[in-house]
């Protein structure tokens, strides 16, 4: 069984600050872990992607996250804040074949305020 | 140059009615998944086709059909929709010969609003 907990709903940071959103998993055998942004009324957008090469993995727009397997946690990090990362972005993990399907965490809404 | 394109981006309808949401994907891909979005923003997997064969069938009521023409189209059909089924519906694809590390690729969703 896989699963996914996004720590916090709601994270609110100033410009120019960095962001921290929080994401830990569960799966029965080793993950592949995405972190994806929905911006408003639109659709999924995939910031970037773990799959077992470097634990470090950068995204798109200065995004990146770190897979720490022994506290089970992927956290999306970027060190300055903009007003265009105002979105929901969502933590998710597969775990097994690729016809399996993708489970989203929650989600966190990230506000960015000026 | 769109990737994944849903059709109608919002669709308002009463209930009872029976609707069909369409779904093209340009990317070659072999895999195609529809989910839906709750109002709180939850994303849930409904079905998932390979290659046009049904291979994931989550809980589901039976209203919901989904339809295959080719591996570049799967199409939703909602019969008697109910208040309950108002949400966005997101199709996405991916190709299935990465397996588990291949990431989806999403359209821009359907809003759908039952009164």
């Known amino acids: 069984a896989q699963s996914v907990t996004q720590l916090d709903s709601h994270v609110s940071v100033s410009e120019g600050t960095p962001v921290l959103l929080r994401c830990n998993y569960s799966s029965s055998y080793s993950p592949s872990l995405f972190w994806y942004v929905q911006h408003p009324n639109k659709g999924l957008q995939l910031l970037l992607k773990y799959t077992s090469a470097a634990t470090l993995v950068k995204g798109i727009n200065g995004f990146e996250a770190e897979f720490k397997k022994s506290e089970t946690s992927f956290h999306l990090t970027k060190p300055s804040a903009h007003m265009s990362d105002a979105a929901e972005y969502f933590c998710?993990?597969?775990?097994?074949?690729?016809?399996?399907?993708?489970?989203f965490g929650k989600g966190t809404r990230l506000s960015v305020i000026a | 140059d769109t990737a994944v394109s849903q059709t109608p981006k919002y669709l308002v309808t009463q209930m009872g009615n029976d609707k069909s949401i369409k779904c093209e994907q340009n990317l070659g891909h072999d895999t195609m998944y529809w989910y839906k979005q709750d109002s709180k923003k939850f994303l849930k997997i409904m079905f998932s086709?390979?290659?046009?064969?049904?291979?994931i069938n989550e809980t589901v009521p039976n209203r919901f059909s989904p339809k295959s023409p080719d591996k570049a189209h799967l199409n939703l059909h909602i019969n008697s929709l109910e208040l309950g089924d108002s949400a966005v519906y997101f199709c996405?694809?991916?190709?299935?010969?990465?397996?588990?590390?291949?990431?989806?690729?999403f359209g821009n969703g359907t809003r759908l609003t039952v009164t």
């Open positions: 086709y390979n290659n046009k064969e049904l291979i």
């Open positions: 996405a694809s991916s190709p299935a010969g990465q397996g588990r590390n291949s990431p989806l690729h």
């Open positions: 998710v993990v597969r775990s097994s074949s690729g016809n399996t399907p993708l489970v």
